[in-house]
């Protein structure tokens, strides 16, 4: 009984080293570039000393959306798809037991079914001759009246999150290309955090190209590579800008999918 017991080790020992091991199939090569977004930014106000970047994103995350799902390109101000941010920053969360990280809980708040356009509740961060106009965080004295427009119900995956929202210095390039992966296979933007200028901050990038120079945004000389970019869609007022894929390295701590169900 022994030896047969023996033969039988040896034959599942020697079948183990003749197996054909099994082959991790590479990912496939990423594009150079991914602008498939671009035409559908909603132009974005300019918040200003505000501190309400978290909003202007999340807004900007479901116009671009709607403006895909319509297929409105270049999209104007006040244009059907341009939806009130202080309306976000006063509307009630939506619990979803999948959210992971903090940049995901403002543009969940869609998943009410309803927005407000901005034609009904504007915002404006500036009085005259360039003072900040607090006001944007009041809320609405008809808030509850204020006409609704339905949309679509949201999904958002977290891509990472390292440190905390302030960290700096704590990404690697794999996460950079995972960033390119989740734009080119969600054909949606992403809502990101990173630490801009000692403060975290919240935009969205929409796009990337490996083959033009992007603004190396507070970056030391020796931090910077200008080959390769970022569309980032900010909360400055511009539709979006380029910014070099080393920005987000050095300064970046935390990304997400915002994508329609």
Request: a neutral charge; hydrophobic letters at 40%.
């Amino acid at each position: 009984m022994k030896s047969l017991l023996q033969l039988l080790a040896l034959f599942f020992i020697i079948l183990e080293a003749n197996a054909t091991p099994s082959v991790i199939p590479k990912p496939a090569p990423l594009p150079t570039f991914y602008a498939s977004l671009v035409p559908y930014i909603q132009p974005g106000p300019d918040q200003g000393e505000t501190n309400t970047c978290w909003f202007v994103a999340s807004t900007g995350a479901m116009e671009l959306l709607l403006n895909k799902k319509d297929n409105i390109r270049r999209p104007k101000i006040g244009g059907k798809n341009d939806l009130a941010e202080s309306f976000i920053m006063h509307q009630k969360d939506f619990y979803d037991e999948n959210i992971e990280h903090f940049i995901q809980e403002v543009v969940l708040r869609f998943n009410h079914g309803e927005a407000v356009h901005i034609s009904k509740w504007p915002f404006n961060a500036f009085l005259n001759e360039g003072y900040t106009d607090y006001s944007v965080w009041n809320v609405h004295p008809d808030f509850f009246n204020l006409p609704r427009i339905k949309v679509p119900q949201i999904k958002t995956k977290l891509l990472f999150s390292k440190g905390r929202k302030w960290a700096t210095e704590v990404l690697e390039e794999s996460d950079i290309i995972a960033m390119k992966r989740a734009l080119i296979e969600t054909k949606s933007p992403l809502i990101v955090n990173y630490n801009d200028d000692g403060y975290w901050h919240v935009v969205l990038i929409v796009g990337y190209d490996d083959r033009k120079e992007g603004v190396c945004y507070e970056l030391e000389k020796e931090q910077c590579n200008e080959k390769g970019s970022f569309y980032v869609r900010d909360s400055d007022g511009k539709k979006f800008e380029r910014r070099a894929y080393n920005w987000f390295l050095h300064k970046g701590n935390a990304a997400a999918t915002v994508e329609l169900k």
